[in-house]
C-alpha cells in the first residue's frame, strides 16, 4: 500500500479527529506549517499528525498555546522528531504539570472543609480560620495558593 507523504486538511483533521477551523488556527498560530499546492490546497507532512496530538495534550492539562509554540519551535523540521526529542520538550513542563497536581489535589481534600480564603460563611470557617487570620496573609484562596495546611498556619498570632 502506498502511503501518501503528505495529507490534506480534510485528511489530517479526520486523522487526527481536530476540525478543519482549528487547523488553520494552529497554523496561523505558527504551531503547525503547510505548505501550498500550485491549486493553493495545504498540505501537511505526515508528522505534522504527532505535532497536532502533543497541541492537543498540552492544551488539555493547561499548557498555553505560545508556550506549545515555542517548544514546538525547537523540534527538528528536517526529520520526524525522535522520542528524545519529545521527552527533552516535555521535561520543562514537568514541574508545572506536578505544581497543579499538587493544587488539584488540594482542592479535592480540602474544598468540603474551606476554601481557605476566609470569606465562606459556613459554620467549619470558624474552626478553620478563626478571626480570618488567613485574610491578613492576602486576598484569595491563601490555604490552596500557598499550601498553607491547618497544622502549619498559627491563626492564633494577629
Do not use: K
Not at 25 to 33: A, K, N, S
Not at 47 to 56: E, F, K, P, W
Not at 119 to 141: H, K
Amino acid at each position: 500500500m502506498n502511503v501518501p507523504a503528505e495529507l490534506s486538511v480534510g485528511e489530517l483533521s479526520a486523522r487526527s479527529g481536530v476540525s478543519v477551523s482549528a487547523l488553520h488556527f494552529y497554523e496561523r498560530q505558527g504551531l503547525i506549517v503547510s505548505r501550498r499546492t500550485e491549486g493553493n490546497q495545504r498540505r501537511y507532512r505526515r508528522d505534522t499528525l504527532r505535532r497536532v496530538a502533543l497541541i492537543r495534550i498540552a492544551q488539555r492539562v493547561g499548557i498555553p498555546l505560545a508556550e506549545v509554540g515555542t517548544a514546538l519551535a525547537e523540534l527538528p523540521e528536517s526529520r520526524n522528531p525522535t522520542r528524545q526529542d519529545w521527552e527533552r520538550m516535555s521535561m520543562r513542563w514537568r514541574a508545572r504539570l506536578d505544581a497543579r497536581i499538587r493544587q488539584l489535589e488540594q482542592l479535592r481534600d480540602r474544598f468540603t472543609d474551606c476554601v481557605g480564603c476566609g470569606c465562606l460563611s459556613i459554620d467549619r470557617c470558624l474552626l478553620a480560620n478563626p478571626d480570618d487570620a488567613l485574610g491578613r496573609l492576602g486576598s484569595g484562596p491563601r490555604r490552596l495558593l500557598e499550601g498553607i495546611g491547618e497544622a502549619d498556619a498559627d491563626l492564633t498570632e494577629p
